[in-house]
């Protein structure tokens, strides 16, 4: 986090926010690559499963990063600011996502940075938020520039508003609306992304996941008709020959602490030497307990019979994410 930033945070807004704030105030410490240059765009879409063409200072996008053989190395939340393209992903995984990105550029005319510490990343989100934007459409992943800010429309049941921009542009927004924010913890925010079905790919969940298991092909992340990148042969077999055998779930779980992110699952009913399934990300649900995103077994899912771990573990009560599970396309 930008030391400015996060020096401003200490002073000024300290945790306040209760177990259902109005107005929730969400410092954010992802990480952002900056990719510019005159083959900034061709080249992204040689990597990336989305079409990148797409991507403005009005439209923002998910995106997965895969392997050759479809495994997900990285997934960013993708959006256009002053003419450069950013890739926002956990802080974690920066550093090996953009050795390798350098890897491919070669003789293409792109430049890579790693940004992290120059722009300040917040979350906004609950009913009382909305009057702080106006008329922000509630289509998700739409953008707008505003008092050198990039806002972006984020999927939820309240609204949520995720804003990118320089620390002084933060400190100002935040200076301007303090007396209604209230800053949550490390947890609520992650917290939101699970309910809305939002997945993330972090160290211990690296090449654990295709796009389709995290739901990527139902949250507009994958583009069919783009033409070839990095893994795109194993996405698209996976789409046309019907051969999806895991999903991405909600679940709730009494547990304390929550499970670990790729901490695996268990199901009688799975034949499967890699498990029935992994943790894609969970956090203590208000009340006790943890909500969670997992990627299971279709088959175990459908049996309701899975466990954390193995069979004495906790069970996981699941659900469809809100999107729910039916693509609106057919394969041609």
Request: charged share 25%; with cysteine.
């Amino acid at each position: 986090m930008n030391p400015q930033w996060s020096l401003y945070l200490e002073k000024n807004a300290p945790v306040t926010a209760k177990e259902n704030p109005s107005c929730a105030f969400s410092p954010l410490d992802d990480g952002l690559i900056r990719v510019t240059g005159e083959e900034a765009r061709d080249f992204l879409q040689g990597q990336l499963t989305n079409d990148i063409r797409r991507v403005s200072e009005s439209r923002a996008q998910l995106s997965g990063y895969c392997t050759p053989k479809g495994r997900m190395l990285a997934l960013f939340l993708v959006f256009e600011q002053e003419g450069a393209l950013y890739l926002q992903l956990p802080r974690e995984r920066l550093e090996a996502v953009l050795e390798r990105l350098r890897m491919f550029v070669l003789r293409s005319r792109v430049e890579l940075a790693d940004v992290s510490d120059e722009k300040t990343l917040a979350g906004v989100a609950g009913s009382g938020c909305a009057e702080l934007f106006g008329d922000l459409p509630e289509e998700p992943f739409v953008c707008r520039q505003e008092q050198s800010l990039t806002l972006i429309r984020l999927p939820g049941e309240t609204a949520r508003v995720q804003m990118v921009g320089s620390p002084a542009a933060m400190t100002a927004f935040h200076q301007a609306h303090a007396h209604r924010l209230q800053r949550a913890d490390d947890d609520y925010w992650p917290l939101q992304n699970i309910r809305a079905g939002l997945p993330t790919v972090v160290d211990a969940t690296a090449e654990a996941f295709v796009p389709q298991m995290c739901n990527l092909d139902l949250l507009g992340g994958i583009s069919f008709t783009k033409g070839c990148y990095t893994g795109q042969e194993v996405v698209a077999r996976m789409r046309y020959l019907g051969q999806l055998k895991r999903r991405m779930y909600l679940a709730r779980i009494d547990a304390t602490p929550c499970p670990a992110p790729g901490q695996r699952l268990f199901s009688p009913s799975s034949r499967s030497a890699q498990g029935a399934g992994k943790v894609v990300d969970a956090r203590p649900r208000p009340g006790g307990g943890c909500e969670a995103l997992v990627v299971a077994e279709i088959r175990a899912f459908e049996s309701g019979d899975l466990r954390l771990e193995d069979a004495e573990g906790p069970p996981l009560s699941l659900e469809e994410p809100p999107y729910g599970l039916k693509s609106e396309e057919t394969p041609s």
